[in-house]
């Protein structure tokens, strides 16, 4: 594509998210992917759930062959206008409680107060199964 690209908004290119009429945005170009669905080696699916957003880091991520990324030339139908794409919000952690190590050896003694009397008895059942057996 030369000079002359077409540029597209985000919101003509969601709209195309469908088996028949597929785009997807990656590293800032659109590209028209029907034709290649039956084709993609990850099925269409992959495709299809990488619509309506931007795309580039779903394409990263698996790692591409080189082959694969000469081929999306074939598929590029322009640019996307850069503006209208929705900015990236950062993952963030949810608040965990702050793990206190005292608690731990509060735990710890519950189950003992629970495990020693059941073990006590236990031994006590025993010892009297094998007296009243001999």
């Not at 990488?50 to 598929?75: L, P």
């Amino acid at each position: 594509m030369g000079g002359d690209a077409k540029v597209f908004t985000f919101e003509d290119v969601t709209v195309h998210n469908k088996p028949k009429d597929c785009w997807l945005i990656i590293n800032g170009k659109v590209y028209d992917v029907t034709k290649f669905m039956e084709d993609h080696p990850g099925g269409d699916d992959v495709l299809l759930s990488s619509t309506g957003k931007d795309a580039t880091d779903d394409f990263e991520d698996v790692g591409h062959s080189d082959s694969a990324r000469e081929m999306m030339a074939g598929y590029c139908i322009g640019d996307i206008d850069a503006s209208t794409v929705p900015k990236k919000t950062k993952y963030k952690a949810p608040q965990q409680p702050h793990y206190n190590q005292d608690k731990t050896s509060e735990f710890i003694i519950k189950i003992l107060q629970f495990l020693v009397p059941l073990a006590i008895l236990g031994v006590a059942f025993g010892i009297r199964l094998y007296t009243k057996s001999t």
